[in-house]
Nanobody, 118 residues
């Protein structure tokens, strides 16, 4: 069975850093496009960062220069390093492993809460 488990969320002050992890089982992440999404209260879900075709990375404009997505194929885990956090980054962050239909399809984790205080 396929499972994605996020961890690393929590409460942090503005300007601080967090690293989110997404540990996969039942799939091999190097064979999937991987993405981090977030959804804040009253907002639509948005793509924050992604690794496409194994090497290309994409970032939302709002996080460019602050967030970095990476993967460790040996650990079958994808990470989101977040720095210079802002209150606007507060959201539930979810990991996605795309399928043949692309990113946003396939498999999802349950999400981890990130709260940035001012």
């Amino acid at each position: 069975q396929v499972q994605l488990v996020e961890s690393g969320g929590g409460l942090v002050q503005a300007g601080g850093s967090l690293r989110l992890s997404c540990a996969a089982s039942g799939i091999i992440i190097e064979f999937h496009d991987m993405g981090w999404y977030r959804q804040a209260p009253g907002k639509q879900r948005e793509l924050v960062a992604a690794v496409i075709s194994g090497r290309r990375t994409n970032y939302a404009d709002s996080v460019k220069g602050r967030f970095t997505i990476s993967r460790d194929n040996a650990k079958n885990t994808v990470y989101l390093q977040m720095s210079s956090l802002k209150p606007e980054d507060t959201a539930v962050y979810s990991c996605n492993a795309g399928d043949r239909n692309g990113l946003g399809f396939g498999y999802w984790g349950q999400g981890t809460q990130v709260t940035v205080s001012s």
